[in-house]
């Protein structure tokens, strides 16, 4: 079975600096790789996904994450956090084919953004 | 009502009572999840549900007893549960069982077994 492995489990970051977390699976076969964010008093929603194609993908709100099946990592990024971006960020991962739409998460990472 | 409604957002329950919690999808899905959130352990899938019927039970206790009437709508039996069940338990629905289509999550229910 796949797992995936957040290894920040809290950031701290001030507003405008660069934001990396880190996401790590364990699976050999093709795979979907997600981001979900969840703000204080939100549902999870929908970062960014990777299917296939271009290893690097853009999200919404100026987020982007990279795909490298190398080091089976897909890390999230932000050049200039804001205050907004305050929420607890789950990286999560399903088998690519046929292996139905199970997602596997992380243990999420709560970044908090300071003013 | 747009998107995934959950109800209700809290419960407390002692043991030896019997409860449901509803999921209600606006999105035209045919594919429905259940989801266990409890401190400090990553998001666990619990039961997935695709045109009412079940796919997938992550060897899930039998006193968590799923129920899939139509697409639209997801219930968790609950009975005789204990204290190590408390934990945020989420629904989400999806277009499909293809590991592309995005999952739409709920609110969440808070549980809490007395």
């Known amino acids: 079975a796949q797992s995936v492995s957040q290894h920040n489990h809290h950031v701290i970051l001030s507003e405008a600096a660069s934001l990396e977390l880190g996401c790590n699976y364990s699976y050999g076969g093709t795979v979907n790789l997600f981001w979900y964010v969840q703000y204080p008093g939100q549902h999870l929603q929908l970062l960014l996904k990777y299917f296939s194609g271009d290893p690097l993908v853009k999200g919404i709100k100026g987020f982007e994450a990279e795909f490298i099946k190398s080091k089976f990592s897909f890390n999230l990024r932000k050049p200039s956090v804001q205050w907004s971006d305050t929420a607890e960020y789950f990286c999560a991962v399903n088998v690519g084919s046929g292996g139905g739409n199970k997602l596997t998460f992380g243990t999420g990472t709560q970044l908090k953004v300071e003013l | 009502e747009t998107g995934v409604t959950q109800t209700p957002r809290h419960l407390v329950m002692g043991m030896t009572n019997k409860k449901s919690l509803k999921c209600e999808q606006h999105l035209g899905h045919n594919a429905m999840y259940w989801y266990k959130q409890s401190a400090k352990k990553p998001l666990e899938l619990m039961f997935v549900?695709?045109?009412?019927?079940?796919?997938e039970n992550n060897s899930v206790p039998s006193r968590f007893s799923p129920e899939c009437p139509n697409s639209s709508h997801l219930f968790l039996h609950l009975h005789t549960l204990q204290p190590e069940d408390s934990a945020l338990y989420l629904c989400?629905?999806?277009?499909?069982?293809?590991?592309?289509?995005?999952?739409?999550f709920g609110p969440g229910t808070r549980l809490t077994v007395t």
């Open positions: 989400a629905s999806s277009l499909g069982l293809a590991g592309t289509y995005e999952q739409y």
């Open positions: 549900y695709n045109f009412k019927e079940q796919t």
